[in-house]
């Protein structure tokens, strides 16, 4: 089994598995490839450079874990960034009035709503020890670090 690295008119570039050199270009020249990207059969063979192994397999395996920790990462932070939206959209915000606001909740001050703001780490554990329930949500991916 050889790999090749394949491009379409468009310019998308994706790689393939063949049996050898011959079936591959047999494959491209009656148009039996397929670009994933955009469906032309007009794909080529791309420049590519030889594919030396280097790595071995315990450093292999570290890579591919690694790799599943970035998806996961990833994922994580689309469904923190979509809680943060969900809350945005059908909660008060309260800003650096949140532990206030919460008391009074609690305490039946005022009414009972959904609310949102910012808290230290020393109100959050307050608001908790007094039976108050709170959660807290990780801010967005700092960009400038």
């Avoid at 020249?29 to 594919?51: L, N």
């Avoid at 397999?57 to 890579?63: D, K, L, R, S, V």
């Avoid at 009074?104 to 949102?116: A, L, T, V």
Wanted: glycine content about 8%; proline content about 6%; overall charge neutral.
């Amino acid at each position: 089994m050889i790999l090749y690295d394949l491009v379409c008119p468009e310019e998308h570039r994706f790689e393939s598995w063949f049996r050898n050199s011959g079936a591959v270009d047999k494959l491209v020249k009656a148009g039996q490839i397929a670009c994933p990207h955009c469906g032309s059969t007009k794909v080529q063979k791309a420049p590519m450079a030889p594919r030396l192994a280097k790595s071995s397999p315990t450093e292999m395996a570290a890579a591919d874990k690694k790799g599943e920790v970035v998806a996961a990462m990833q994922k994580a932070e689309q469904a923190i960034t979509q809680l943060r939206e969900v809350i945005q959209k059908n909660f008060e915000h309260v800003g650096e009035k949140f532990p206030e606001e919460a008391r009074k909740m609690h305490y039946g001050e005022s009414k009972k709503r959904g609310i949102y703001g910012e808290a230290s780490v020393e109100d959050a554990k307050s608001l908790v020890d007094e039976g108050i329930e709170v959660g807290v949500v990780p801010g967005p991916r700092r960009t400038d670090s």
